[in-house]
Every structure is written in C-alpha cells, then in structure tokens.
C-alpha cells in the first residue's frame, strides 16, 4: 500500500512541452516550451494572421514579469504537402555549422 502512494506522488513527465502542434483542420499551430509559455499562431481562415501569447506565471492582478530562464532560439520549418521539409536559417546558424565542419575537417 505504501508503494502505490509513492507512485501517485510521482508526477507525469510532461509530453506536450517543447512539442509542436499543428491542427490542419482548424489552420493553427501552437507550441508549449519547457518553462510552460504558450504561442499559438491561426494561418487561415478568419483568425489568419493572429498570434496568442500566454506567458506562464502571468496572472490578472499580479505584477510579475513571466521570466525565462533558458531561452532557445527560433527555428522555421517549410513543410510541403507531400511531407518533405525545409529549415530556414539564420546567418549566425550557418557560422556556427560551417565553423564546425570545418572543425571536423581538421580531426
């Protein structure tokens, strides 16, 4: 008995943080990041173009700036219909790969 008590206080890993979702039917695709801020982008229909931002530890009432302690750097991906995909990168992600083939070169 004592066992299974100890096993409700474990908590669940969480799935969903860091993970991209993209709902096709309704036009959107949101993201939860490990730290629990939300980002949900709508790219058709009426609500196109709008983009919600929920900041955890942000509530009505408090001043308390949502803070982030680990930052991680944007990344855009083309996906065509058939599936294929494309990153789109930026100059300094292009350094620091060629930096590091160059790198690899040398051992």
């Not at 680990?70 to 991906?77: D, I, K, L, N, T």
């Amino acid at each position: 008995d004592d066992d299974e008590s100890d096993d409700e206080a474990k908590s669940e890993p969480d799935t969903a943080a860091g993970a991209y979702r993209f709902d096709c039917v309704a036009g959107s695709m949101s993201l939860e990041d490990p730290e629990y801020n939300i980002f949900k982008a709508h790219l058709c229909g009426k609500q196109a173009g709008d983009v919600e931002v929920e900041l955890a530890g942000v509530s009505a009432g408090v001043k308390a700036e949502a803070v982030v302690n680990s930052p991680v750097a944007p990344r855009c991906f083309c996906i065509g219909r058939d599936g294929s995909a494309v990153e789109l990168l930026r100059d300094s992600d292009v350094a620091d790969l060629t930096r590091d083939v160059e790198a690899r070169k040398v051992l």
